[in-house]
C-alpha cells in the first residue's frame, strides 16, 4: 500500500505541475487577447477556443486530485455524529461511488472522444476529440484516487480521517 500511495504521490504532484504549466499558457494566451485586441487592433480569435482547452485540462485533472487530497465538495455533517464503524461504512461507500464516477466518466468521455474525432475545431484545427481528453484522464484519475481511498479506509483500524472542517479544527 505504501509504494501504491508512493506513486501516486507522484502522479498527483506531476498532475498539478501540468496543470501549473497550463494555468501558465492560459494566461499568456489571455495576455496576447488583451495585447491584440487594444493595441494591435486585431483580435486573434483563435485565443478563445484555446484557452477554453486550457481550462478543461486544468479542471478535470485537478479535479482528480481534489479527491485524492480530500478537498473535493462533501458533506460530513451526518458521517461525523455516527460512531466509527459507521463512519467507515459510510466513507467507503463514499469513495466508492466517487470511483464509479470517475470510471464512468471516463469510459463515456473516450466514447465521446471517438465520436467526434474526426471533426476538427475550426479555430483551431485539430480534433474535436482533444476537448474531451482531460474529461477521460480527470476520470480514470479519479477513478484511481478513490481506490486508494478505499484501501485506506479498508486497511485503517481506525475511523475513517477526519475530512473538510472537522480537520481543519485538529491542527
Known amino acids: 500500500m505504501k509504494a501504491f500511495s ?6 498527483s504532484a506531476l498532475t498539478v505541475t501540468v496543470a501549473g504549466a497550463a494555468l501558465v499558457g492560459l494566461l499568456a494566451m489571455m495576455g496576447w487577447l488583451v495585447f491584440g485586441r487594444y493595441v494591435l487592433n486585431d483580435t486573434p480569435t483563435w485565443i478563445e477556443r484555446a484557452a477554453t482547452l486550457c481550462i478543461l485540462a486544468i479542471a478535470m485533472p485537478v479535479a482528480a486530485v481534489g479527491v485524492r487530497e480530500r478537498f473535493h465538495l ?22 466508492a461511488l466517487m470511483g464509479l464516477f470517475g470510471a464512468g466518466m471516463a469510459w463515456w468521455s473516450w466514447e465521446l472522444v471517438g465520436t467526434v474525432a474526426n471533426f476538427k475545431i475550426p479555430l483551431l484545427g485539430i480534433s474535436q476529440g482533444w476537448t474531451y481528453v482531460p474529461m477521460v484522464v480527470g ?5 484511481l484516487y ?26
Open 6 to 11: 508512493r506513486a501516486l504521490d507522484i502522479l
Open 74 to 95: 462533501s458533506v460530513l455533517g451526518v458521517r461525523e455524529m455516527l460512531p466509527g464503524g459507521l463512519q467507515r461504512i459510510v466513507a467507503i461507500g463514499c469513495d
Open 139 to 143: 476520470g480514470a484519475l479519479m477513478t
Open 146 to 171: 478513490a481506490i486508494e481511498q478505499v484501501l485506506r479506509d479498508i486497511l485503517s483500524t481506525d475511523a475513517p480521517e477526519k475530512r473538510g472542517v472537522a480537520a481543519a479544527f485538529l491542527e
